[in-house]
């Protein structure tokens, strides 16, 4: 067995109502039992108290005759009844459940997260009743319900109705149906993640890269342009500098003025 304070001895944990924790202890202790192969109650009941603290291991080292002359099975029902509600037994209770269903409905239901947190607590109290025959499934269904406030049992009895039409309106709603029915209508309550945009990614737009600057159409030359239609590219003619040039074998009319004398 492991030394009193080692990380691996068990411990003795209280609740948050103040009850300890004395199913799960002992569940503890019974595998390092078995582990180490410790089967005589007395050592049994010496290593348990050793595990304790100073105040609590006089307490429960004090439970005679059970501690010196009874059995250990003996002995531990001495400890439980020294905290009422730690036995395993009576872990939950009907009304447990009527308080835990009252507590929702005041809260009120408006989340996926507060959805699934009331269901995981419903299902841990109502099955363990249901488990010891203290509650039958069609209380278990209607106690379910009724967690609801009457705007959203509302809705979720409309997703109901249309997912089995057929339903008896005298039979409960089973969990399951009515678990699935309330994740649908409260889909949307959650409000989705939105991507963070760093300052650098908003002041500098991306440019793609594969744009190429087009000139204007008027600046291209005629070869440069692209048809689109079926049509031939017929190119304009380019404008030709003509001269006038005088004929070589034609004579060249001189004209003779009085008083002008001219080289011939």
């Known amino acids: ?9 068990p411990m003795l944990v209280t609740a948050s109502n103040g009850i ?3 199913a799960r202890y002992f569940e503890d202790l019974d595998f390092l039992f078995e582990d180490c192969l410790i089967q005589s109650d007395a050592a049994k009941k010496r290593h348990t108290a050793r595990y304790l603290d100073t105040p609590t291991a006089r307490l429960w ?6 501690y010196t002359a009874g059995s250990y099975e003996q002995w531990k029902t001495a400890i439980h009844a020294l905290y009422p509600g730690t036995l395993e037994d009576r872990r939950y209770s009907v009304r447990d459940l009527e308080a835990l269903v009252n507590q929702w409905s005041e809260h009120g239901i408006a989340s996926l997260l507060q959805l ?4 995981r607590q419903f299902v841990a109290v109502s099955s363990f009743l249901v488990w010891k025959q203290r509650l039958s499934t069609g209380e278990q269904d209607r106690a379910f ?9 509302t809705r979720i009895y409309e997703r109901l109705i249309i997912v089995d039409i057929n339903h008896h309106p005298e039979d409960p709603w089973p969990i399951t149906s009515v678990f699935a029915a309330a994740q649908y209508v409260l889909h949307d309550s959650t409000p989705p993640v939105m991507p963070s945009i760093t300052p650098s990614a908003a002041a500098s737009p991306t440019t793609p890269a594969s744009i190429t600057k087009v000139p204007h159409a008027q600046s291209l030359k005629p070869s440069q342009i692209t048809h689109t239609h079926n049509a031939p590219y017929i190119p304009e003619p380019t404008p030709i500098d ?3 040039v005088a004929p070589k074998n034609e004579a060249i009319l001189q004209v003779f003025c009085p008083g002008v004398q001219h080289d011939h």
């Open 145 to 153: 319900q009724t967690a609801f406030d009457t705007q959203l049992w």
């Open 1 to 9: 067995m492991p030394p009193h304070q080692d990380p691996t001895t």
């Open 242 to 244: 003509i001269k006038p």
């Open 116 to 119: 699934g947190e009331f269901y």
């Open 61 to 66: 080292q004090g439970l005679e005759p059970s």
């Open 20 to 22: 300890p924790e004395l």
